[in-house]
């Protein structure tokens, strides 16, 4: 079946430092999501892209779904102590969706 | 800006007993999923209604049913549970039209002992 490569698998930065995490696929999507999920709730979606090649941003987060539609990536920039979660990414066609396993995201006091 | 209900947020069942897991979404969307999250293992999709009055079948529907009571309320039920059923589950909705992105509850932690 098809699946969602997502990496890293979790993340332990520094506050303040850059993150990039992506996802890959060997199929093709009509749309990326981004999602957040917090301790003890439910995803929340971060960013949606409709068009490859698409860059979009949400403040201090950039995603971007890739020209080949298999892939898409997430940056968070300048990262603070409330970026601490787990982050999803999610393939979509018509009406079914597959997400990543997540990348669990540390910051180091 | 409720969005996405769940109930109850948490349960724990012995083996064998029956459960109903409720959702509720009052964002008028077309469309309303039932996953679960373990460890490691991402979301999977237990079933789905893309209207009310259908149902069909995600990745994972073994063991587990479901009804679209209406367009709002899409319930999950656990017959005779197993300890495999463990989980985190999540209901999600979202509008209709294609590639529309999905919406989440906050979950209901159950544990089958």
């Known amino acids: 079946g098809q699946q969602l490569n997502q990496s890293p698998q979790s993340m332990f930065i520094q506050e303040g430092e850059d993150v990039s995490m992506n996802c890959t696929s060997s199929?093709?999507?009509?749309?990326w999501l981004w999602y957040k999920q917090d301790p003890g709730e439910g995803p929340v979606l971060l960013i949606a892209?409709?068009?490859?090649?698409e860059l979009t941003s949400n403040g201090r987060l950039t995603a971007q779904f890739g020209i080949t539609r298999k892939d898409s990536f997430l940056n968070i920039s300048a990262s603070i102590p409330s970026d601490v979660g787990i982050y999803f990414c999610?393939?979509?066609?018509?009406?079914?969706?597959?997400f990543g396993k997540g990348t669990r995201l540390h910051i180091l006091p | 800006n409720a969005g996405v209900t769940q109930t109850p947020k948490f349960q724990v069942l012995k083996t064998g007993q029956s459960m109903t897991l409720q959702c509720a979404q009052d964002?008028?969307?077309?469309?309303m999923y039932w996953y679960r999250q373990d460890p490691g293992m991402g979301l999977r999709l237990i079933y789905y209604?893309?209207?009310?009055?259908?149902?069909d079948k995600g990745e994972v529907p073994n063991g587990y049913n479901v009804s679209r009571l209406n367009k709002r309320e899409f319930s999950l039920r656990l017959e005779s549970a197993a300890p495999s059923q463990t989980s985190v589950y999540f209901c999600a909705s979202s509008s209709r039209g294609r590639n529309q992105p999905q919406h989440f509850g906050d979950g209901t932690r159950l544990s089958i002992l």
């Open positions: 964002m008028n969307h077309n469309s």
């Open positions: 209604s893309a209207s009310e009055g259908t149902t």
């Open positions: 892209l409709y068009k490859a090649g």
């Open positions: 999610a393939g979509q066609w018509d009406d079914k969706i597959i």
């Open positions: 199929s093709i999507f009509n749309t």
